[in-house]
């Protein structure tokens, strides 16, 4: 069988990386939820008729990035999404920092830069615009953009699926 696929929700504090995975799980996220460093929790879904095993892993915000360890024990098979949320540029620009942090410890899988909260990206101050997301873009060096909304269930599964299929084009499963 093939080795589980991992998908590693990093991004600033408060983005929604927990409310997406829980989204993705059918549970409700509870207020006293407390992370330790990082959660994983394993699923399942099908493409193309055959089953992909994949583990969720949800990581926690501490000040310093710096707190933020052992992601080394994702250098194989794993997939980093780049959470930011579309009304809060700043969570934007502050994926540059997650990916200078990612690849120092010599994580060299692809990335998948992802917008959250697409409801919110009328009634904002600070919305991304595409010139800011294009420069990140490629700053980081993602291979694929995509946006969803947790709130409202737009695009949840299909950033799984997407996501999937570029791990499994990556690592030839
Ligand atoms: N409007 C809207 N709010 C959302 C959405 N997703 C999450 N939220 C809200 O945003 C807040 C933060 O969500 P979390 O899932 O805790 O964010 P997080 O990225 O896990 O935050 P940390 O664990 O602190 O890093 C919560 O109040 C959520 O209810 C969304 O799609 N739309
Ligand atoms: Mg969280």
């Known amino acids: 069988m093939d080795k589980p696929i991992s998908l590693v929700f990093v991004g600033d504090d408060f983005v929604g990386k927990t409310s997406f995975v829980y989204s993705i799980l059918n549970k409700q996220l509870q207020q006293q939820y407390v992370l330790g460093v990082y ?9 193309n008729n055959k089953v992909i ?36 540029s700043s969570s934007l620009f502050g994926l540059v920092q997650w990916t200078q942090q990612i ?9 998948v830069l992802l917008g959250m909260k697409d ?43 997407q996501t999937l299929k ?3 084009k990556q690592y030839q499963q």
């Open 103 to 111: 690849r120092s410890q010599g994580v060299l899988g692809p990335l």
């Open 39 to 47: 959660e994983q929790i394993a699923s399942k879904c099908t493409i």
């Open 53 to 88: 095993s994949y583990n969720l892993v949800d990581t926690p915000v501490y000040e310093d990035y710096d707190k933020i360890k052992d992601l080394s024990s994702f250098k194989d098979n794993s997939i980093f999404i780049m959470c930011y949320a579309v009304n809060n």
């Open 166 to 168: 570029l791990a499994r």
């Open 119 to 161: 409801d919110l990206k009328y009634d904002a101050s600070s919305i991304v615009t595409q010139k800011q997301l294009q420069f990140v873009k490629d700053k980081i060096g993602a291979q694929l953009d995509l946006v969803c909304s947790t709130e409202n269930k737009y695009n949840t599964h299909f950033v799984i699926d």
